[in-house]
């Protein structure tokens, strides 16, 4: 089992910055393919961004490519996902989650999730 937990979401302005945080505790870290997804009212929860297992590689959904970056600090057991340009269409419970030894953007393929962190954007 591995336990997630995001942090770093807040109330920020359209055209503003946040670096979200999600700290993993439990199995090996490293072994393990990251996820940001996020749920906005009403909706279903989406893809944001992966990572594999090696950080090697990156994915991006099209809404956030080139405003949104997701990297890993496996010594700190910590993924994050520094967001630029954020517009009200962010706004959203973001949240981390986890695979073993999988690269995938399908959500339905992770095993592990965090409880989610609220970032809001205002116009």
């Known amino acids: 089992q591995v336990q997630l937990v995001e942090s770093g979401g807040r109330l920020v302005q359209a055209g503003g910055s946040l670096r979200l945080s999600c700290e993993a505790s439990?199995?090996?870290?490293?072994?393990?393919?990251m996820g940001w997804f996020r749920q906005a009212p009403g909706k279903e929860r989406e893809f944001v961004a992966v990572i594999s297992w090696s950080g090697a590689t990156t994915g991006y959904a099209d809404s956030v490519k080139g405003r949104f970056t997701i990297s890993r600090d496996d010594a700190k057991n910590t993924v994050y996902l520094q967001m630029t340009s954020l517009q009200p269409g962010d706004t959203a419970v973001y949240y981390c989650?986890?695979?073993?030894?999988?690269?995938?953007?399908?959500?339905?393929?992770?095993?592990?999730w965090g409880q989610g962190t609220q970032v809001t954007v205002s116009s």
């Open positions: 439990g199995r090996t870290f490293s072994n393990y393919g």
């Open positions: 989650a986890a695979t073993d030894r999988v690269y995938t953007t399908d959500l339905r393929r992770y095993d592990h």
